[in-house]
């Protein structure tokens, strides 16, 4: 038994979910502290490989995570005859809200302040064996609030839990993430775009031919103009040092394109930079991250920072090179010639991830929304406040009809 163990509890079976009733009552869920950050590292690649899991579930995201936001979660386990199913990391947060509102939350996978979630997890959840999936999300979501009914000890800290935080989850955690009683907050949704890989090579037919007429048009005319500069080459950093590079000059042009629109970039963060130069190192030689320059001729048009993942593709974070003359386009052109790269080398997806850009709709296909989500007690004054948001919605939805 794990000397962090520190209560446990069987949670009722849900019927909408496949798993049987007879291994639902058997799923034993408990809540612990975080022992070492090598245990942890171990139990989580481990149900890893039994997981169909994003990169951002992925040890390689989340044990980065944890080491550089100096985090220490409780971590929720699952455990079925003794083999772990479900893994989540928790971070306990005093909210408060409208000056009146004060509530004890529970974070999924991020620390509830903007100088660290500016990393902006996509695809977050709830690591599960495959096996079991939405089942032991419902368990352990059950788990959570009848464990924390009120408040809750463990190592002699009190634990009080009035919401659970689910920060940009894909949306079949609107369907699946509830418990009886419990009220679901919808806080936001936000649309992604990704490109089937499979289906392309499947086709026989270059990339470019699935788009609009418009959209080839574009791309096929901007690399015309670039090819007079020099053959256009995507190239991959093969080593830590030149990753790390070109992260730099990414981080230079995008600084400056934020600037010059009076706004603040990512890259203007010291956490952000500090935790994607770690897992720079850590996953280049792993090839779960990858760094991507497009150059014509001599000059940069552009650059692509990727994780990649069970052959999927994620694409995180971009900067170009912008011309005066709008018939250069550089976004087009680097994501094309990345994404040719991918088809070549067998990729299943490419994925633009979360965020409406026109790029993305010109370039992919409507993928998953990401939807940021908050479970809730019922209790009097968060009735009032989700009554009042209710009220603010309908205003500015019936001043948009105007």
């Excluded at 997890?121 to 009914?149: H, P």
Aim: with cysteine; aromatic share 12%; charged share 25%.
């Amino acid at each position: 038994m794990n000397p962090f163990l520190s209560s446990q509890c069987k949670a009722p079976p849900i019927e909408e979910a496949t798993l049987s009733r007879e291994a639902a009552d058997e799923i034993v869920f408990t809540l612990e502290r975080v022992s070492t950050l090598s245990e942890l590292g171990v139990r989580w690649r481990e149900l890893e490989e039994r997981a169909d899991a994003p990169f951002f579930l992925s040890w390689d995201w989340i044990g980065c995570w944890v080491e550089e936001a100096k985090v220490e979660p409780l971590v929720l386990v699952g455990r079925y005859s003794n083999r772990i199913v479900a893994l989540a990391l928790l971070v306990p947060s005093r909210q408060h809200r409208h000056l009146v509102i004060t509530t004890d939350a529970m974070l999924l996978n991020h620390v509830g302040d903007q100088d660290r979630d500016i990393l902006t997890i996509e695809y977050n959840g709830f690591l599960t064996d495959r096996d079991f999936g939405w089942k032991a999300v419902q368990i352990a979501i059950q788990f959570l609030f009848s464990y924390v009914k009120t408040a809750a000890t463990l190592d002699h800290m009190r634990i009080r839990l009035d919401e659970l935080h689910l920060k940009e989850v894909p949306e079949q955690y609107e369907q699946y993430a509830w418990a009886p009683g419990i009220r679901q907050t919808l806080l936001s949704r936000h649309p992604s775009w990704k490109v089937d890989l499979d289906s392309i090579r499947a086709s026989g037919r270059d990339y470019l031919e699935h788009l609009s007429a418009n959209t080839r048009y574009q791309v096929r005319r901007a690399k015309r103009l670039y090819g007079l500069r020099g053959k256009l080459v995507a190239t991959r950093a093969e080593n830590i040092a030149d990753a790390l590079s070109f992260f730099d000059a990414m981080k230079t042009l995008s600084t400056a394109y934020w600037s010059r629109r009076g706004q603040i970039g990512a890259f203007t963060y010291p956490f952000f930079d500090r935790f994607h130069k770690t897992l720079i190192r850590t996953c280049v030689p792993r090839r779960t991250v990858e760094m991507i320059r497009v150059t014509a001729g001599d000059q940069v048009v552009g650059y692509l920072y990727n994780f990649i993942y069970k052959g999927w593709v994620y694409a995180y974070q971009s900067a170009f090179v912008f011309e005066d003359d709008p018939k250069y386009k550089p976004g087009l052109v680097t994501h094309d010639l990345c994404i040719e790269q991918h088809i070549r080398q067998g990729s299943h997806v490419y994925d633009f991830l979360a965020g409406y850009s026109r790029y993305k709709s010109n370039l992919g296909m409507r993928g998953v929304d990401m939807l940021d989500i908050v479970l809730q007690r019922p209790m009097a004054k968060l009735r009032i406040e989700n009554l009042l948001r209710h009220i603010k919605r309908s205003l500015s939805k019936a001043v948009d009809r105007k």
